[in-house]
């Protein structure tokens, strides 16, 4: 049974008050919410650019990823799936699409111009339904989804457990003698329920002010 949008939506209303929940049970994140503050919410418009985005996203630095980012808005505008398709393999590769991210995209362009993937039904979806559907696109894995569900659909207890930096955060925070897989994340995250959203936002917030300035723990 779907959600409504209040019972699952992330604002900046229950970001806040949702860490504030998870700080009162959870001495970690306590700890890291004291240090580092409330973070701002990550918002993206729902829809093929955003999934585009995460897309090219994928496996690089945000700093790359920025920079391709410019150049295909600049070179695809105005961004749809039919635009994209119009483009040859050339063309893409000069916008900086690798080719295995050639493939993806024609793939989520082809599936959001046939129908087969509705981004517009997603918001009624619950999570799970959400990323089963997005995971049929190939190049669209658990992360990309959950990725996406946070982000563009403001889901509040979406974990993308497999990122990196969520995972490097854990291992500083908590004095963890390794990098935890994302399996023991999630189990470590049940505790963060229902506001693991709300967490990977300040686990972020906490990766880029403590963990990239003061360590290198990978």
Known sequence: ???????????????????????????????????????????????????????????????????????????????????????????????????PKIVYARSLAKQCEDGFLQTDRLQSLSDNDAIAALTTVKGIGQWTAEIYLLFALGRRDVLPAGDLAL?????????LPERPTPTDLRSRAKSWQPWRGAVAHLLWRYYSKVVNRNANPL
């Open 1 to 99: 049974m779907p959600y409504t949008t209040l019972m699952r939506e992330l604002t900046e209303e229950t970001l806040r008050s949702g860490l504030e929940d998870v700080a009162g049970r959870c001495p970690d994140i306590a700890h890291a919410l004291n240090q580092v503050g409330h973070p701002e919410l990550r918002q993206r418009a729902p829809g093929f650019a955003s999934l585009l985005r995460i897309i090219i996203g994928q496996q690089v630095s945000v700093a790359s990823a920025n920079a391709i980012w410019k150049r295909v808005e600049d070179g695809l505008w105005p961004l749809s799936p039919t635009n994209l398709l119009a483009f040859d393999d050339h063309a893409l590769r000069t916008l900086g699409f690798s080719r």
């Open 167 to 175: 995972l490097v955060a854990i291992k500083y925070l908590c004095s």
